[in-house]
């Protein structure tokens, strides 16, 4: 059976890739991005930012690509599973997880991060995050 690029071998929307800010003692933005194999994704705000609640929209196909060869650039699959300092206490996380070729993997980023990871969270968060995103409307 051949392995899909994008996700692992569930239904064709299982999860791709999600970015997932965490709240700080200041003013972080705290919200999480998850987008699917289809292209669907949902943009859920919780603080400091522009959109709060659910949101949902959709990725191309060469966004997704994008991501996917970017992180194997910078050998995400090979990273540390977290970056931190238990003694640092004021500083928001940045999870990243990406399930794509067979391989599930998640990092989270606080202290000591390499260069490489923070650009290419830069990278996709500049993607993902301008995206127009639409709300989800709520059910009755």
């Known amino acids: 059976m051949e ?17 997932r800010r965490t709240p700080c003692f200041g003013r972080c933005k ?3 991005i998850n987008v699917y194999r289809s292209g669907y994704a949902t943009f859920n705000g919780h603080s400091n930012v522009e959109l709060e609640g659910m949101h949902q929209g959709r990725v191309g196909m060469d966004t997704l690509n994008t991501i996917l060869t970017q992180a194997e650039k910078i ?23 990406i399930s ?3 391989k599930n993997k ?9 260069e490489a990871l923070k650009s290419y969270i830069a990278m996709v968060e500049e993607l993902l995050y301008p995206m127009p995103w639409r709300p989800v409307p709520k059910a009755e």
């Open 3 to 19: 392995i899909p690029k994008f996700g692992g071998a569930q239904a064709s929307d299982s999860l791709y890739f999600k970015l």
């Open 30 to 32: 705290v919200y999480e």
């Open 75 to 97: 050998d995400f699959f090979s990273l540390e599973d977290r970056y931190d300092n238990e003694g640092i206490t004021d500083l928001p996380s940045t999870i990243i997880q």
């Open 100 to 102: 794509a070729n067979g």
């Open 106 to 114: 998640k990092v989270v980023s606080r202290v000591g991060t390499p």
